[in-house]
């Protein structure tokens, strides 16, 4: 009798935690979502590998993420926390024969945002969500600045219909130089995307960010990806950014979301 008790109330909790909107990610693209994580549920959002290839003056830099995640749960209807990682990084340079002349690993970082959603996260062509973020300086000595940064970011989405989706971010940073000089770092996304089929989907995105390294410059990139849902709480996903403009890199990556 205790057991099938238990087992209602549990199926009454299950169907009270229904999620109240289909699932919504921040990656694989650089724009955010514009949507929260329904109330009581986690989601994790993962790059299963991420590789970057870096070129410039002949040498070559590549660098790898391994199971970097973005962990979040819905504290309210609207509002989410979100914790994010990346467990293990590793660096190596060539010179411009390919010889390796530096090879290192380390951790990444730790990230702490909220994300609320103002308009639109159940329903409606237009969807607005700000989120503030703070970086702790955890990661590995040269993988980091070993500097506490912070910044905001809002992200929009409009469903223009026949299946389009356009999206972009606005992200304001105070960031930190090697040299422990804070400066604004502005940055934004468009993106747009279509549903192939009921699972399938693809994106192509810009990124523009006015970054310092020494002086100003302008980062831009041309990024594409593919999505596949597997269930209504699981998706896979493969892309890659090219940033064409200041640093040369490409980024392949493979990556997996899920909620419960």
Same mark, same amino acid.
């Not at 909790?13 to 990656?27: F, G, I, K, M, Y």
């Not at 040269?142 to 905001?152: K, P, V």
């Given at each position: ?6 087992? @209602? ?25 514009? @949507?929260?994580?329904?109330?009581? %549920? ?38 989410? $926390?979100?914790?994010? %990682?990346?467990?293990?990084? $590793? @660096? ?79 992200? $304001? ?44 410059? $302008? ?42």
């Amino acid at each position: 009798m205790f057991t099938c008790l238990v087992a @209602h109330a549990a199926s009454l909790h299950a169907a009270e935690q229904q999620p109240v909107r289909p699932l919504s990610t921040d990656r694989p693209d650089q724009t955010e979502s514009a @949507h929260t994580v329904p109330k009581g %549920w986690f989601q994790v959002e993962s790059n299963l590998v991420s590789f970057s290839r870096s070129y410039g003056m002949g040498e070559q830099a590549q660098d790898t993420s391994l199971c970097d995640f973005i962990f979040k749960y819905g504290i309210t209807h609207d509002t989410d $926390l979100q914790i994010g %990682w990346a467990p293990r990084l $590793l @660096h190596r340079e060539k010179d411009a024969d390919g010889f390796l002349t530096d090879k290192s690993s380390g951790r990444g970082d730790i990230y702490l945002r909220m994300k609320t959603g103002l308009v639109g996260n159940d329903e409606g062509p237009y969807a607005l969500a700000i989120l503030p973020w703070v970086k702790a300086p955890t990661a590995t000595t040269g993988f980091g600045n070993n500097a506490w940064e912070y910044g905001f970011t809002i992200n929009q989405e409009l469903d223009i219909r026949g299946g389009w989706e356009l999206g972009s971010s606005i992200f $304001l940073a105070m960031a930190v130089t090697d040299e422990r000089q804070r400066y604004f770092e502005p940055a934004f996304t468009l993106a747009i995307g279509r549903d192939l089929t009921e699972k399938l989907a693809f994106y192509v995105e810009t990124y523009q960010g006015w970054l310092y390294d020494g002086g100003r410059y $302008l980062q831009s990139s041309f990024d594409g990806g593919l999505t596949y849902l597997v269930t209504p709480d699981l998706k896979f996903d493969v892309g890659m950014n090219w940033f064409f403009n200041g640093n040369q890199t490409l980024n392949p990556f493979v990556g997996v979301s899920f909620r419960f």
